[in-house]
């Protein structure tokens, strides 16, 4: 029989009961998605990835956690710092890549490149390049679940930066005149783009955003998986009973600048330094398995293997992957309905 997490995990918190084999996989999905982005971060160093590319390494834990509280027949979509939401929703690591590279077999046909991907199979509407774009579009989706009397929910992520934009409010007016069932995930990485969320917004309590229209919001530990899935949970559960809308301020931080041409002066190296030593979402729970007896060294050392060899597989398969042909910039462009 498989061990229940402990009461309290490494920093002293209260954490969910879960098993060894959802503690395992969550710390497997962060970990494929840390060492993608630090593949990713390689490659574009190298000139193979061109264009804007916007890693998600420190977040890993908000979207495996979101991720895990909700069913494959509910949609996500999110801003243009997406490589790690769509892992999370199983797109497979060969096709993220190879879009990520610009060839033929990734999942936009090399088109769209780091910001632009989707995957229907997937239920995953993108990665949008225009800040706070996604917000309406996430919210439409969840029009169409409640108009169809379907019982799916969208969970709609966008950045604290993006939350001061004004086609936000008139989404969050809609869902909640409509109680329509959408998750919006604001995460709260400290910085929108240079500028610290302080200097940025009048009121810094992001989850309370929607307190006009009567949505509730709730601000979660965005570096903490457990703790994440549970929040996740909650909200997913109230906008299923047909009570509209939920706000989530995932609190988290990046690592790495905004985007690979950020050189992110505007922080300290000690400041980084210091998340990454005391509130890394992957060394959280990496020693919450040790200690809990969920797992021991061998076993996560097994994982970390197998993870390196699926991301430098992917980083092959996307090198060996054509260009698209020029007569690609002519399909895709209308949809006959």
């Keep these: 029989m498989a061990k229940a997490a402990a009461k309290r995990g490494p920093r002293g918190?209260?954490?969910?009961?879960?098993?060894?084999?959802?503690?395992l996989h969550h710390y497997r999905e962060m970990l494929l998605i840390r060492r993608f982005e630090e593949k990713a971060g390689q490659l574009y160093g190298m000139?193979?990835?061109?264009?804007?590319?916007?890693?998600?390494?420190g977040q890993e834990a908000v979207v495996v956690g979101a991720q895990a509280a909700i069913g494959p027949e509910d949609s996500v979509l999110t801003s243009y710092r997406d490589h790690g939401h769509m892992l999370a929703t199983g797109m497979d690591p060969r096709g993220v890549m190879a879009e990520l590279t610009g060839r033929i077999d990734g999942y936009s046909k090399g088109k769209g490149g780091s910001m632009h991907m989707f995957s229907r199979e997937k239920n995953f509407y993108g990665g949008h390049g225009i800040v706070g774009a996604q917000v309406p579009i996430?919210?439409?989706?969840?029009?169409?679940y409640k108009y169809r009397g379907l019982n799916n929910v969208c969970l709609t992520y966008f950045g604290d930066g993006a939350s001061n934009q004004g086609q936000v409010y008139e989404s969050f007016n809609m869902a909640a005149l409509w109680k329509l069932p959408v998750i919006y995930i604001i995460e709260n990485n400290k910085y929108g783009m240079g500028t610290a969320v302080e200097r940025s917004s009048a009121n810094a309590e992001l989850c309370q955003r929607g307190r006009a229209y009567g949505?509730?919001?709730?601000s979660v530990d965005g570096m903490d998986v457990q703790a994440m899935k549970a929040a996740t949970e909650k909200a997913v559960a109230h906008s299923r009973a047909g009570k509209g809308p939920f706000i989530l301020e995932?609190?988290?931080?990046?690592?790495?600048?905004?985007?690979?041409?950020?050189?992110?002066?505007?922080?300290?190296?000690?400041?980084v330094q210091k998340v990454r030593s005391e509130r890394d979402p992957i060394d959280h729970l990496r020693a919450l398995l040790l200690e809990g007896g969920h797992a021991d060294e061998d076993a996560l050392k097994k994982i970390d293997r197998a993870v390196k060899d699926i991301v430098a597989d992917a980083a092959e398969f996307a090198q060996n992957s054509p260009e698209p042909d020029p007569s690609e910039l002519w399909t895709d462009v209308l949809v006959e309905a």
Excluded: N, Q, V, W
């Design 138 to 144: 996430g919210t439409g989706i969840a029009f169409a």
């Design 47 to 57: 000139g193979l990835i061109g264009g804007f590319c916007h890693l998600y390494i």
């Design 215 to 218: 949505i509730p919001g709730e």
């Design 250 to 271: 995932a609190m988290t931080y990046r690592y790495r600048g905004h985007s690979m041409s950020d050189p992110a002066k505007y922080r300290s190296k000690e400041e």
């Design 13 to 23: 918190k209260s954490t969910p009961a879960a098993s060894s084999e959802e503690l």
